[in-house]
C-alpha cells in the first residue's frame, strides 16, 4: 500500500536556526501516527510543514502522490489541522468560524461571491458540536468572547466539516480539560476506524500510548525513534525523548519524568472521580426522590384503605341500628300486642263467675307474669332502638333513658340538655343516644360512682360537646385505650369509634374532685333555631 | 478568560435594555455611519444658514458631482485599507486610466472599447500591486508608492507632458449630462456611484469574500489554516480597488473634457482620507461602503462650504487634514476602549 502522506529529507531553519532537518515520515490510511517531544523538539514546526503553512527550506511533503505546496491545497486535498493555539476569526460568529473556508450557501459566480446560508450553517455546526458534547448558549456567539477551551473545540469542529483523509492535531489538549481530551481521544479512534489517516502530537505519553499505532520521537528537529506503539515501553519512549542509552543516567529522569506523569494522571483521575461522584449524588438525589415519591402513594393508599373501611363500619353500624329497629318494631307490634290480647283473654276468663278463687289467684299471677314479661321485652325493645328518639328526638329520648337508667340502677342521674338542642339527622342522633347509653352502662359496670351528670352542649352552631362525668374511680393511671378491647371491655372503644366515625374528638380525662369525665366533640350540620322555620 | 466570559454574558443583555424599538436602534448604535450623517447633517445646516448659495439646486448638484470619482475610487481603497493595506497609487491610476481612454478615443476606437481600456489600465496596476504585496509579501506602501511614480510617469512620456482635448461628445455626456427627474436634476456621475454603493455594501455585507476581507487584517492565519486562497484574495481585493479607481479616473475625465498627465495629483490624500473619515480604520478590519460615501460626501460639501463661506483655497487642506486628524483619534480612542 502506498502512504498517503510521505516526507522527503524534510527540512525547516528559520534564519540559521534548525528547527526541522531530514525528516523522512511515511503516515498510510488509518493510521495514528503519534509525535513525542520535548518542547521545542519541533513538533510543531513540522505539523506546520505538514499542513503547508511553512515552506520547507529543503526536502518535500507529498500527500497521495502530490506536492504540497499551500495551505489551501493541502486543505482540499483533504488535510485538517488542529493547532495548539486556535485560530479562529475573531469577528466572526461561532458557526461561520466552523464553516470558514467552506461556507455552505448560494453560490453567485464562483467560490467567493457566495452567500452564506446562516440557518444551515447553525444546523450544521450544532450537528457537529452535539458529536463534540460541547454546548454553547447561541451559536451567534463572536468567538472572541469565548474560553480557550470552547475555541479549541470550535477549531477541532472546523476539522470535521469535510471529508479528510489525514488530520493532524497539533497537542491541542494543553487547552482542554479531562473530558473534552476524552471526548478527542474517542473522536481519534472514531477517525481511524472511518479509515482517516491522524498524526497526533502530544506532550502527554499516556494519550500517545493509549491511541497511536506508532511513535515518532523528535529531538533537536531529527527524527531519532519510530516505534510501534505495541512493542515498545514507555522507558525506551523516555530514553529516546533525552536522548541517552545509558540507564544508570536514565533512570533519576525517567523517575521524575514517571512521577510527573502518574502525579498528572492521578490528578486527572481524580477530577473525573469528582466528577462521577457529582453524577452519582445527583442519581442519589433523583433515587431519593422516587423513594419518596412511593413512600407518599403507600401513605395516600393506606389512607384511602382506612376511608373505606371507616365507610364500611358505618355502613355496618347503620345497618346494624337499622335492624335493630325492625327488631324492636317486630317484637313491640307482634310479640307484645300478642301478649296484650292474650292478657286480655286472661282477664275475661278471670271475671266469669264460674271461676273458682283458686284459679282466679292463679290466673292473677300468670297475668302478672305476663305484665312483667310485657315490661321486660319494652325494655329491651327500648335497648334496641329507643321508642321516643324517631318521634321526638333526641331529648326526649335521652330523658326518658336516664330516668329509667336511675330508676334501675339507684345512681341519681342529672341530665343537662342544651336550649338549643333541636333535631340532628337521625345518624346522629342515634349515634350520640348510644355514646351516651355506653356511657352510663361504663358508669353502672366500673365505677361503682354515686352519682352521674349527662351535659349536652352547642360548642359552636356546628358542633355538640357530650360529656359524661361521674364520681367513681377514674381511669387507671396506666389506662391505655387500645388496651381495653384486649381485656374485653368495649365500652369506652365503642364511644371511641363511634366519635371518630362521625369525625368527632374524645377526650377521657379524671376529674379534679374524682371520677371520669367524658367528653367527646361531634361536628353535625347546622341546627335550625328553635321557632325558626324548620 | 473567565473575564472574557463574563463580559459576554453582559453584552448578551444588553439588547433587553435598548426597549421596544432596539430593531432599529440596535443596528446603528456605536455606528460609525451614524456619526458621519451626523456630523454631515450639521454641516449642511451651518452651510444652509450662514450662506444664500449652499442650498440650491445647481451647487449641490455639482457637489454630488464633484465627490462621485473621489468616493469610487475611496470604496476600492476602503477595501484595501480594510484588509489593513494601503494603495497610494490611486491618484495616478485616476489619471493614468482616463488618459488611455482619452488616447483610444484619440485613435478612433469606440467608446466602449476606450472606456474598457481605461478600466483595463487601472486593473492591472491594481493587479500589480497585489501580486506584490500578496505573492511576494512586500509592504503596500512602498510597493504602490513604486507603482504610483511608474503610471504616473509613463503617462508623462505617453503625451510628453502635454493634455489630451477634443475628446467625443459620446464620452463626455458620461460625466456631462444629468438624468431629469422632473425638477430634479440628477448627475451621471452620482448615479454610478450609488449604484456602486448599493453592489459594494452587498459585496462587503453578504458575501463569503466581504467577510474573509473584514477578517483578513486582524486573523490571516485563521483563513489560512481554513484554507483560503490569501494570496489570491490579497491580488483580487487591490484589482477591485484599481478597477474602482479607473472607474472614477473615466468619468472624471468625461466631466472635464480634458485628459492631463498631472490630472488628480494629490488626490491619494483624498481618497484616503474619504475612507478614513468614512470610518475605514487604518488598522484594518472595520469600515463599510455607505460609511466610505458619507465621508467622501462630508469632505466635498467643506471643500464648497470653505470657498462659499470665503475662506481662501488654501485652507482648505488644513481644514481637510483636521479632520482626518480628527477621525484617526476616533478611531484609536474607540479601540482603546474595546481594549
Known sequence: MAPLLRTINLSKSFGTLPAIQEVNLEVYPGEVVGLAGQSGSGKSALCMLLAGLYTPTEGDVYFAGRRLKSPSQARALGIEVVHQEPDLAERLDISRNIFLGREIGWPLVGKWLKVPNRRRMHREAARILTQLDVHFGSLHEKVANLSSEQRQMIAIARAMTGPSRLIIIDDPTLLLSYPCQQTLLSLIQAWQQQGTAIIFSSNNLDHLLAVTDRIVVLRAGRQVADFRTDETSREEIVAALVGTNYREQLTPIIWALDSYYRARKQAEALCHQQTLLERDLAAQDTLNQQLIDQLAKQVNALDSANVALQDAQRRLLTEREQEHKHLAREIHDQVIQDLLSINYELEEIEVDERVTSALKRELTGVRDSIRGLVDDLRHICGNLRPPTIDSLGLGAALQSYTHDWSRRTTIPVTLDLDANLGRLPETIELSIFRIVQEGLSNVRKHAQAGAAQVRLQHTSPRSLMISIADDGRGLADDFDLSGLSAEGHYGLLGISERVALLGGRLKLQNQASGGLLIQAEIPHPRVAQPGGEL | ?339
Open chain 2, 1 to 339: 478568560m473567565d473575564d472574557k466570559a463574563i463580559t459576554s454574558s453582559q453584552t448578551g443583555e444588553k439588547p433587553n435594555q435598548l426597549g421596544p424599538l432596539r430593531w432599529i436602534w440596535r443596528p446603528l448604535i456605536g455606528r460609525h455611519e451614524l456619526i458621519v450623517f451626523v456630523l454631515l447633517l450639521i454641516v449642511g445646516a451651518v452651510l444652509s444658514l450662514g450662506t444664500d448659495t449652499f442650498l440650491t439646486a445647481n451647487n449641490l448638484s455639482n457637489i454630488s458631482r464633484a465627490f462621485s470619482w473621489i468616493a469610487i475610487a475611496a470604496f476600492g481603497e476602503s477595501m484595501v485599507i480594510i484588509i489593513g493595506g494601503v494603495d497610494l497609487s490611486v491618484g495616478a491610476v485616476m489619471a493614468s486610466s482616463g488618459l488611455v481612454s482619452a488616447l483610444c478615443l484619440q485613435g478612433d476606437l469606440p467608446v466602449v472599447l476606450a472606456i474598457a481600456a481605461g478600466l483595463l489600465t487601472g486593473g492591472l496596476v491594481g493587479w500589480l500591486n497585489g501580486t506584490l504585496v500578496g505573492h511576494v509579501r512586500l509592504p503596500p506602501f512602498i510597493i504602490t508608492l513604486a507603482t504610483m511614480s511608474i503610471a504616473r510617469g509613463i503617462m508623462f512620456g505617453l503625451t510628453g507632458g502635454w493634455p489630451v482635448r477634443n475628446l467625443p461628445q459620446g464620452f463626455r455626456a458620461l460625466g456631462q449630462y444629468d438624468l431629469v427627474l422632473g425638477s430634479l436634476s440628477v448627475p451621471l456621475p452620482f448615479l454610478f456611484m450609488l449604484g456602486l454603493v448599493v453592489l459594494g455594501s452587498l459585496l462587503m455585507g453578504q458575501t463569503v469574500l466581504g467577510s474573509y476581507i473584514y477578517t483578513l487584517a486582524s486573523n490571516e492565519r485563521a483563513l489560512l489554516v481554513s484554507g483560503v486562497k490569501v494570496a489570491q484574495l490579497k491580488v483580487l481585493v487591490y484589482t477591485l480597488c484599481g478597477l474602482l479607481t479607473a472607474t472614477g479616473g473615466v468619468l472624471m475625465t468625461a466631466r472635464l473634457g480634458v485628459a492631463a498627465p498631472t490630472a488628480a495629483v494629490g488626490y491619494e490624500l483624498d481618497i484616503i482620507a474619504a475612507a478614513v473619515i468614512g470610518g475605514a480604520s487604518l488598522f484594518g478590519g472595520q469600515g463599510s461602503i455607505l460609511g466610505v460615501f458619507l465621508g467622501a460626501a462630508i469632505m466635498q460639501m467643506l471643500r464648497n462650504g470653505l470657498v462659499l463661506l470665503g475662506f481662501p483655497a488654501y485652507w482648505q487642506t488644513a481644514a481637510i487634514g483636521t479632520m482626518i486628524l480628527a477621525f484617526i483619534l476616533l478611531d484609536y480612542w474607540r479601540r482603546q476602549r474595546e481594549g
